[in-house]
């Protein structure tokens, strides 16, 4: 079965910096392409970032510039490194097969994680 592992969260000040981790098995990895999403209190899902299996990024305007989402196909793993974080990026993140990402609106499925907390506080 899809197993989707998020890590890495945490409380960090206004222009500090985190990166999380999501681990993924069930599936054939190396070619999915491979999204982060986040939902922010009170609010839905919102799509961040994606990552083809060749390894073409792509970003929300919201964050371009300041993460960088990246893959190790070899440990079935993505990364979200969040640079010059700030408040509006606190959020739940999640690691989630792009293709559950139509338009760049994300559907919740059963087998998504429990998702990372990111607070960015001061």
């Known amino acids: 079965q899809v197993q989707l592992v998020e890590s890495g969260g945490g409380l960090v000040q206004p222009g500090g910096s985190l990166r999380l981790s999501c681990a993924a098995s069930?599936?054939?990895?190396?070619?999915?392409?491979m999204s982060w999403a986040r939902q922010a209190p009170g609010k839905g899902l919102e799509w961040v970032s994606g990552i083809y299996a060749d390894g073409t990024t792509f970003y929300a305007n919201s964050i371009k510039g300041r993460f960088t989402i990246s893959r190790d196909n070899a440990k079935n793993t993505v990364y979200l490194q969040m640079n010059s974080l700030k408040p509006e990026d606190t959020a739940v993140y999640y690691c989630v097969p792009w293709d559950d990402c139509s338009s760049y609106r994300c559907a919740q499925n059963d087998y998504w994680g429990q998702g990372t907390q990111v607070t960015v506080s001061s």
């Open positions: 069930g599936f054939t990895f190396r070619s999915s392409a």
